[in-house]
């Protein structure tokens, strides 16, 4: 059920990260947000509610000998320059930061959304 607090935030439910973050986001106050190790939500896999454990995506090694990491590397050579300009400067001062949940009965992974914050902490 929603409802509605002293300064207006709408808060849909307690377990719901993505809702607290907008609502904070929008009034312009997100510093650090805690996440909980373990959420109940659902797992497409066992189709029903189970808990989840909850870490912090983190990109892998990028390959050199992947297709587009060889199709790039073949474009810049020679005279020409870059397929694409160069980032100089970099607008965004936060990332997305992606929540990696893995459900505790069948292991099955998954990511949700990446959310735009200063600091994302796992409590």
């Given at each position: 059920?929603?409802?509605?607090?002293?300064i207006?935030?709408?808060?849909?439910?307690r377990?719901?990260?993505?809702?607290?973050?907008v609502s904070?986001?929008?009034a312009?106050r997100v510093?650090?947000v805690n996440?909980p190790k373990?959420?109940?939500?659902?797992?497409?896999?066992c189709k029903?509610?189970?808990?989840?454990?909850?870490?912090?995506?983190k990109?892998g090694?990028?390959?050199a000998?992947?297709?587009?990491e060889?199709?790039?590397?073949?474009?810049?050579?020679?005279y020409?320059?870059?397929k694409?300009t160069?980032?100089?400067?970099f607008?965004k001062?936060?990332?997305?930061q992606t929540?990696?949940?893995?459900c505790?009965?069948?292991?099955y992974?998954?990511?949700?959304?990446g959310?735009?914050?200063?600091?994302?902490?796992?409590?």
């Open positions: 059920m929603a409802r509605l607090n002293r207006g935030d709408v808060h849909i439910d377990k719901s990260i993505r809702v607290r973050v904070l986001w929008k312009g510093v650090k996440v373990e959420t109940t939500t659902y797992c497409p896999k029903k509610h189970q808990v989840h454990a909850v870490s912090l995506y990109a090694k990028r390959r000998l992947a297709k587009g060889r199709q790039h590397a073949r474009e810049k050579r020679g020409g320059g870059q694409y160069l980032q100089r400067e607008a001062t936060t990332k997305k929540l990696k949940l893995k505790k009965v069948c292991g992974q998954r990511h949700k959304d959310m735009r914050l200063r600091k994302l902490a796992i409590v």
